[in-house]
């Protein structure tokens, strides 16, 4: 950052350039900005690590988010306890799938976008603003994602207008889909959302909602070898967020830790997981 002779920042600086801090950086600062950096025309995808599946589950008056802990490399464990899932702000959550140095950057300037807005505004943006902030930010990364470095996020948090919680998908070109009670992006997101559509009901509560969406992860992990189930040896589980109208939430670990104990003894006597609710 540059200072004048005096020491200070340029007036510049100083004065807001709308209630956008992607346009404050593009005019001061462009290359930070996702998707102003050239890497050539190499293939990058197989040497960077990538997180994989994140959850999200609507139950009245809120929703729920978790992802699993597992970053890989090609057929590598990268690491195992990597962060998925954060507050967008106090009433929000994001989380992401892909390359997982891109995305924990786009959510911590997703973040600042939000804050900044507020801070200037005087007021928070509502959901779908947020979610359309969130979109542009995707959008800018596309030259990255055609390099085979997507970052996929998902983002959920609560409506006052509904009094209840709200989800958005996204694709790699920003595209911004809202989904119906419940949803999952990454590698083993087929086998979660195929365990969501069995277990999901509409008047859950949020520690049944958490449940499901716990063994929503476990499923995935049972059959997609990118996601990292409960690491029961190490005592390292998923990270859960739950956002309601008192704000977002990050679960604690034990109360993550006991319904993950009690989900894994129920899978001694049944492995491939609950049954799903009886049509008759």
């Known amino acids: 950052m540059t200072f004048d002779a005096s020491g200070r920042l340029p007036e510049a600086f100083l004065i807001p350039g709308g209630s956008s801090f992607m346009d404050f950086l593009a005019g ?5 900005l996702p998707g102003r950096r050239s890497l050539g025309s190499a293939d990058f995808s197989h040497d960077v690590p990538h997180g ?3 959850v999200a589950a609507t ?15 090609g057929n590598i ?34 973040q600042v ?19 359309n902030r969130l979109s542009a930010l995707i959008r800018g990364n596309l030259a990255m994602a055609m390099q ?6 998902l983002f959920a948090g609560y409506d006052e207008d509904i009094k209840g919680g709200r989800i958005f998908s996204y694709d790699p070109t920003g595209g911004r889909y809202e989904e119906t009670h419940f949803h999952s ?30 063994q929503s992860l476990i499923d995935a992990a049972d059959d997609d070898s990118a996601t990292g189930g409960p690491d029961m040896l190490r005592r390292i ?25 009690s989900v894994w003894a129920e899978r001694h006597q049944r492995p491939d997981g609950p049954a799903s609710a009886s049509l008759t």
């Open 28 to 32: 001061h600062a462009p290359d930070l």
């Open 52 to 54: 994989t599946t994140i």
């Open 59 to 73: 139950f009245p008056g809120g929703v729920v988010m978790a992802g699993d802990r597992r970053a890989t490399m």
């Open 77 to 110: 464990i990268a690491q195992r306890d990597i962060e998925k899932v954060f507050p967008a702000d106090e009433y929000s959550a994001v989380a992401f799938a892909g390359s997982a140095g891109f995305g924990i950057e786009m959510v911590r300037l997703f």
């Open 113 to 131: 976008e939000l804050e900044h807005y507020e801070k200037l505004e005087g007021a928070t943006l509502s959901l779908d603003g947020k979610s």
């Open 148 to 153: 085979g470095l997507a970052v996929v996020p």
């Open 185 to 214: 992006v990454g590698s083993g997101s087929l086998f979660a959302r195929g365990a969501l559509k069995k277990l999901y009901r509409e008047d859950l509560s949020a520690t049944d909602c958490v449940t499901v969406v716990i």
């Open 237 to 261: 589980f998923p990270v859960v967020g739950v956002v309601t109208a008192d704000g977002y939430q990050r679960l604690p670990e034990d109360e993550v830790a006991a319904i993950v104990d």
